[in-house]
């Protein structure tokens, strides 16, 4: 059915969002590039944190723990932090949507310099870590509604976590492991959580932690883009840990003996593990670098920063706005041919035209979800993504055209012959005057003939069909649905299954020869006034409705 059975798959739809591909995964959920409808075929772009099913299954704290991330990073209005601007818990899990940035993290700009023998240019480095300085700073300034600090730690201060744009400007993205005083997302006692390179001795210890913790992560990525390497190679995280909370960091001037004294100074007093004595907050450790870059050339402005990340990551780039370009193709060609197939379907009575679709769609997300999965493998892992590509077309164009063939049968099928002519099938492929003609076999009854229509009513739109386990495609939710079943698709008894467009579902058993149906969905279920569910965060605190989503848990 797919070109490769081992491609992810995603849902094409998360509430008003259509999913395009994958851009990141974690522990906890997956972050897709998608789209939204603004006005009329204009969309707008938006990364969209979905948690990971089995996540979700898992219990009521994790599911939590992300809401938690949408509460407080809804509340972060700067230039250099990814705002969130929707959270919402639908039929697929709970999800964030987040503004999307076109470029790449630092890590990835890291690995790219890296990989052709250079490393980061100081000025754009030192313009990167200033951006996500004061980012990290306005969230340690964070207040609630009666203006008390909220005593926000992010925990998670690592170059993967930097989004730094094609506009030149570096965000910090992700509070999944956000802390803050008197939350509910602290973890079972002795879990810690964050990237182990990156800890503080006091949060590797499981102490009480403060915004000075993130204040060290800032100075491990400080150390690093000097550097030019990871402060932390080792590959057990155990042998990690011991050696955090056991041995100061090395200067990082040992490292790269040509960097001026002051940057290496810096260094120092960020990675200090007296808590006491480390530089007290990011402002601060900002202010510091701005002073200490000055001996290195100064900071790089962002049209700079941007001409780096388009020079840089423009093949990724790139890469990613083909594959988005094919997704869209794609479904596009799917809906012309879905709507297609519906037509013949209605015509002639064959529900079958609408399980092909269905093969056809499940082809679709597989080639969308390989092409994405190979898009992120390095260039030399080129031809293996072409081959499976490849297969997956071949796969869909199977499918349509076997689709195609159905049509045209039918449409040669619609003029009876009559009753002195061959069948219309044998002449569309006549035989020369040499080759011996064998008698003709007499033509099959058209399928019409013994096809009767099934009438089925319902209290709800129904956005999708079907009948004795076939999907049959409905391309316009509708409460009224006509088909014209044959005798060999009504079996000894048909089964229904419907689902409205609001996710309800609604199934009935009729009789082989019944000629009408009704389908009764479950009233919705109406939220109680005191219970703040089904709601979504916004700009604003107040929270709004979001209509079409399942209830959320805050």
Not at 194 to 221: F, H, I, N, S
Request: charged share 25%; proline share 8%; aromatic share 4%.
């Amino acid at each position: 059915m797919s070109a490769d059975d081992s491609a992810p798959s995603f849902p094409e739809r998360v509430g008003r969002y259509e999913l395009l591909l994958p851009i990141g995964t974690g522990g906890m959920a997956t972050v897709y590039l998608a789209r939204v409808a603004v006005v009329g075929d204009v969309h707008r772009e938006v990364a969209l944190k979905l948690m990971h099913p089995f996540m979700q299954a898992e219990g009521r704290e994790t599911t939590v723990s992300m809401v938690e991330e949408a509460k407080l990073a809804v509340r972060i209005r700067h230039p250099n932090v990814v705002p969130v601007v929707e959270v919402g818990d639908g039929p697929q899990g709970v999800f964030l949507v987040m503004e999307y940035v076109e470029g790449d993290t630092l890590s990835g700009l890291h690995r790219a310099v890296r990989a052709g023998g250079g490393m980061l240019p100081l000025p754009i480095a030192g313009r990167i870590l200033v951006d996500a300085l004061a980012g990290l700073h306005a969230a340690h300034e964070l207040r609630n509604d009666d203006g008390e600090l909220l005593e926000l730690v992010h925990r998670d201060f690592s170059p993967q976590n930097i989004l730094v744009g094609a506009d030149g400007v570096s965000r910090l993205t992700d509070f999944g492991v956000a802390k803050a005083a008197g939350r509910v997302n602290v973890t079972s006692s002795g879990i810690i959580k964050g990237k182990v390179a990156y800890m503080a001795p006091e949060q590797a210890l499981g102490k009480k932690v403060d915004r000075r913790c993130d204040v060290w992560a800032a100075g491990v990525v400080l150390w690093e883009v000097l550097a030019g390497q990871r402060l932390y190679r080792e590959q057990d995280q155990v042998a990690t840990l011991l050696k955090i909370v056991n041995e100061p960091p090395p200067r990082v001037g040992s490292v790269r003996p040509d960097l001026p004294k002051e940057l290496d100074q810096l260094v120092a007093d960020a990675l200090t593990m007296d808590v006491e004595a480390r530089i007290p907050s990011a402002a601060e450790l900002r202010r510091r670098v701005v002073e200490a870059w000055k001996t290195v050339g100064g900071l790089a402005d962002p049209n700079e920063v941007g001409e780096f990340v388009q020079a840089t990551a423009s093949t990724k780039i790139e890469a990613r706005r083909e594959q988005v370009s094919r997704v869209i193709k794609l479904r596009s060609s799917l809906a012309k041919l879905g709507a297609a197939a519906a037509r013949a379907a209605a015509d002639t009575g064959t529900p079958s035209v609408g399980t092909a679709r269905a093969a056809a769609e499940e082809t679709t997300s597989a080639i969308s979800a390989s092409s994405l999965r190979a898009s992120q493998v390095e260039p030399a892992a080129e031809p293996p993504r072409a081959r499976t590509a490849a297969r997956a077309l071949l796969a869909l164009g199977g499918l349509a055209a076997a689709v195609a063939i159905g049509v045209v049968s039918w449409q040669l099928g619609k003029r009876q012959p009559s009753p002195s002519e061959p069948p219309a099938m044998a002449a569309t492929a006549p035989a020369s005057a040499a080759t011996p003609q064998a008698e003709p076999a007499p033509a099959p009854a058209p399928a019409a003939a013994t096809a009767t229509p099934l009438s089925i009513e319902a209290n709800a739109a129904i956005k999708s069909l079907k009948v004795n386990g076939k999907s049959i495609p409905i391309d316009t939710p509708a409460r009224g649905v006509k088909l014209v079943l044959g005798s060999a698709e009504r079996g000894d008894g048909l089964e229904l299954e419907a689902l409205a467009e609001d996710q309800r579902k609604a199934s009935a058993k009729i009789a082989k020869d019944a000629s009408t149906a009704t389908l009764s969905f479950a009233e919705p279920r109406k939220a109680a006034p005191a219970a703040p569910r089904g709601k979504v965060v916004r700009d604003s605190n107040k929270p709004a409705e979001l209509p079409g989503l399942a209830p959320t848990p805050y």
